[in-house]
Structures are given as C-alpha cells and as structure tokens.
C-alpha cells in the first residue's frame, strides 16, 4: 500500500498508518488506514487511482477526508476479529481458515466460547504506547 502511494502521488515522503495489524493467516476485512498528503485530488478519484496500481488481492473500498487530529490506531473504537475453524480443506480459504484434523467437541467449544462472550478490554495485550487512547477491542463469537 505505501509503494502504490508513493507511485501515486509521486514521492517517497508519504505516511501511511494502519489501524493495526493482524495475525499471519487473518484476513483484514474492514481494515482502516489513514494517509497524510497534501492533494486537491477528490476521494473518489484517489480511490479509483489507488485501486488502479495495487495488486488484486488489496482493494481500497472507499476514501473519505479526515480530521488532522484522526489516526487509524488511535482513533478507533472497536476492532472485531471473525476466526474460522474447518474440519475439511478447503483450496479457497486455505490462507483464511484453521483446518483442524482433530475430533472437535461442539459441546466443550460452545461452553468455552461463553467465556469469551461479550465486550473485553484486551489493551494489556498491546505495546504500553498502544494503550493511551485505548480503543476496547471486541471478540464477536457465534455460537
């Protein structure tokens, strides 16, 4: 993403930030990202634009001007996770999927899984730096 921006707009003096980061194998769906850049160009076109030079597997949804004081980490709210477990392959969502060889017990998931259950501040889990301005983060399980 910040390679197509600096070929964008022409110069290596871009930053980029992410909302932040995912595990290897997770897949950023709804991921944010703010870009400081002085341009007059409107937000549908850098979208169009950006799209044009990113590669197929990255895709800017929509582009919206923001405040100067907004930052994609530090500005969220909330973050949500999905976490997909297969007992089968699958070629498709190989990159996306836990496949587990093992027997499960539905039972024993659905009665840890209420554990989690909820809204939980998983902030400690982060840098101390991340956790001024500490969005709560959500872990979203269906049952």
Not at 75 to 96: E, Q
Not at 102 to 125: P, Q, R, V, W
């Amino acid at each position: 993403m910040l390679t197509a921006c600096q070929q964008l707009f022409n110069t290596q003096k871009i930053e980029l930030y992410g909302a932040g980061r995912t595990d290897a194998g997770v897949h950023a769906l709804g991921q944010v990202a703010h870009l400081d850049v002085p341009t007059q160009m409107h937000a549908e076109t850098l979208a169009v634009r950006i799209n044009e030079i990113l590669p197929y597997d990255i895709h800017v949804l929509s582009v919206e001007k923001c405040d100067a004081g907004f930052h994609a980490r530090y500005s969220a709210v909330a973050r949500s996770y999905v976490y997909i477990i297969s007992r089968r392959r699958s070629a498709f969502g190989k990159r996306y999927v836990w496949w587990v060889k093992e027997e499960l017990s539905i039972n024993n998931m659905k009665e840890t899984a209420t554990l989690f259950k909820g809204f939980h501040d998983f902030s400690s889990f982060g840098a101390a730096t991340e956790r001024k301005n500490r969005p709560l983060w959500t872990l979203v399980i269906w049952i």
